[in-house]
């Protein structure tokens, strides 16, 4: 069984622009869930989506988005680029039962210059 | 708010020995908590979990214990094995799928 997968593996952006970052979660899970991991703050979470909503949100700006599409797979997006943004960006997904690990991908690693 | 601490950032441990990794958490609810393990360049994968109505969880070389009244979690593994040199994070549920993590030890086994 595949795991969960993130494109593309390093990215590098200039402040003020934008990117997108993909995951597919692993078959049958329809939760997916974004963190992201910087040495100061470490792993702090982004929101989740299910069923194509997202349910749960974190404290990032607005400018931190994200969606999910009918098959699971899901994209965040990062408007206007801050040098802060910096971090490792995790995805993760589960069955959304009662309590179920969540599984991580191995992330995206974003570097804004 | 519901936090997790770790309050060591490392710990060197000699091979076949037991590790104990610790976690402190605040306000507990019915909460699960859980311990990923983290290799670098990787995203970070699932070991154990304890439910807050427990005080012990047991899975091969991995064991949770859960005080309560002191709040504290810890993580064993016995016998240590160079292969578990990572860092490791302590986390809680706070609803449903999300999770509040620590900020993660970084255990070093040595042969």
């Known amino acids: 069984k595949a795991g969960v997968t993130q494109t593309p593996r390093y990215l590098i952006k200039t402040r003020g622009q934008q990117v997108t970052l993909s995951c597919s979660p692993i078959s049958g899970h329809r939760s997916v869930s974004w963190y992201q991991q910087t040495p100061g703050q470490g792993l702090q979470f982004l929101f989740e989506y299910f069923s194509e909503t997202q349910r749960n949100k974190g404290n990032f700006p607005g400018r931190f988005s994200g969606r999910q599409f009918s098959n699971s797979r899901s994209e965040m997006n990062v408007s206007t680029l801050e040098l802060g943004d910096s971090a490792l960006y995790l995805c993760?997904?589960?069955?959304?039962?009662?309590?179920?690990?969540?599984?991580f991908g191995n992330g995206t690693r974003l570097t804004v210059t | 708010d519901q936090q997790v601490k770790q309050n060591s950032p490392s710990l060197s441990v000699q091979e076949g020995r037991i590790s104990i990794l610790n976690c402190d958490y605040t306000n507990s609810m019915f909460d699960y908590f859980l311990w990923y393990k983290k290799y670098p360049a990787e995203g970070p994968t699932f070991l154990i979990s304890?439910?807050?109505?427990?005080d012990k969880n047991e899975d091969g070389r991995f064991t949770v214990f859960l005080n309560k009244s002191a709040k504290h979690l810890s993580l064993h593994i016995v016998p240590s094995q160079p292969g578990d040199s990572a860092v490791y994070f302590c986390?809680?549920?706070?609803?449903?799928?999300?999770?509040?993590f620590g900020q993660g030890t970084r255990l070093t086994i040595n042969p």
């Open positions: 986390a809680r549920t706070q609803g449903a799928q999300k999770l509040v």
């Open positions: 993760a997904s589960s069955w959304r039962g009662a309590i179920s690990p969540l599984h």
């Open positions: 304890i439910s807050s109505i427990k």
